[in-house]
């Protein structure tokens, strides 16, 4: 599986393109006694997540609005169900928890729902291979919700409306006791997960900057798995990390605070709700209904209660400009 910002790409159809999906998939790490989520390794995946949700948000408050109901194509209207297709293996946007560990969660389950709801139907979220979601959907699935970045490879093969944007986040332990800075990086020790957009070009190239205006070289820990990465920050091992801002954010959620961002995230392009390609209709009618949930400020509560509120966007759209 492609890690965040990997310059190798999948083989399938509509390829992993930097980066098909934005964080990684679920394992447990204890560090410390505080549990974290991240990832496995760059080619295996648990397949699972966490088993309960990290907020309280009741997506049945979501009520439906009359006039954006009247919107939604006769077919789906009919059949009162809103289909959406997703790789859920992957926290905390989808992912499979619960008591049954087979209940479909994260923050982009209940958006789908929060959109299901304001549309007048029922969500039903099914579990489904990556690489199939785009060829599916019209067919087998209305919508596909599965942290796809918008490409312009993907645009020929689906709408997207825009939800998130993601980006490249640093991270320190709680209340930088290292002092660490990125203007004062040289000689430092950064944790970084082996692949990544993050340790080559960006790291690599802040590297390089140092030795040769004759500072000392970044101390770059290179590791497999992102759990142990963040592990090197709480324990104070590494002086800081950088990693998809997606990660750090539920990273921090998890460890109960033991690590907080430092700057803010950049490089973010759009991520999208994937539409049938020949279905304009309800690509409008689902990006009317995400902006009514940021309008409300549901939208928001989604995405702070998984820790990921930093990704958030003043607008949803169809099709916006992109530059992967």
């Known amino acids: 599986m492609v890690r965040p910002g990997s310059t190798n790409y999948g083989t399938a159809k509509y390829p992993m393109t930097a980066k098909s999906r934005i964080f990684t998939t679920a394992a447990v790490l204890?560090?410390?006694?505080?549990?974290?989520?991240?990832?496995?390794?760059?080619?295996?995946?648990?397949?699972?997540?966490?088993t309960s949700t990290a907020g309280t948000f009741d997506v049945s408050t979501v009520t439906k609005d009359n006039a954006l109901a009247a919107q939604v194509p006769a077919a789906i209207r009919a059949k009162g169900t809103l289909t959406v297709g997703a790789d859920t293996s992957y926290a905390p946007a989808e992912f499979l928890g619960g008591a049954d560990g087979q209940t479909p969660m994260g923050y982009d389950v209940q958006l789908a729902q929060a959109i299901g709801n304001m549309l007048g139907l029922k969500t039903t979220v099914q579990t489904a291979e990556f690489p199939t979601i785009l060829p599916s959907l019209g067919a087998k699935y209305d919508l596909g919700v599965s942290s796809f970045f918008i490409t312009a490879e993907r645009r020929k093969a689906a709408n997207f409306v825009?939800?998130?944007?993601?980006?490249?986040?640093?991270?320190?332990?709680?209340?930088?006791?290292?002092?660490?800075?990125?203007?004062?990086?040289?000689?430092?020790?950064?944790?970084?997960?082996?692949?990544?957009?993050?340790?080559?070009?960006?790291?690599?190239?802040?590297?390089?900057?140092?030795?040769?205006?004759?500072?000392?070289?970044?101390?770059?820990?290179?590791?497999?798995?992102?759990?142990?990465?963040?592990?090197?920050?709480?324990?104070?091992?590494?002086?800081?990390?950088?990693?998809?801002?997606?990660?750090?954010?539920?990273?921090?959620?998890?460890?109960?605070?033991?690590?907080?961002?430092?700057?803010p995230q950049y490089g973010a392009s759009p991520v999208g709700i994937a539409v049938a390609l020949d279905d304009m209709p309800l690509a409008k009618v689902t990006a009317a209904a995400m902006n009514k949930l940021i309008a409300n400020g549901d939208y928001k509560k989604i995405l702070d209660q998984w820790g990921v509120g930093s990704v958030a966007i003043p607008k949803a759209e169809v099709n916006p400009a992109t530059s992967k």
């Not at 204890?30 to 966490?50: N, V």
């Open 162 to 263: 825009s939800y998130v944007a993601a980006g490249t986040q640093w991270a320190v332990q709680k209340g930088n006791p290292k002092k660490f800075s990125l203007e004062g990086i040289c000689g430092k020790t950064v944790a970084v997960q082996t692949g990544t957009f993050q340790e080559s070009p960006d790291i690599s190239t802040r590297n390089k900057a140092c030795t040769d205006t004759g500072k000392p070289a970044i101390k770059v820990v290179s590791l497999k798995n992102q759990t142990d990465v963040t592990t090197r920050v709480i324990n104070g091992s590494a002086d800081a990390m950088a990693a998809g801002s997606i990660t750090v954010g539920y990273a921090i959620t998890q460890s109960k605070d033991a690590i907080q961002t430092l700057g």
């Open 30 to 50: 204890l560090a410390g006694g505080l549990a974290l989520t991240g990832c496995t390794t760059a080619s295996q995946g648990s397949g699972t997540g966490p």
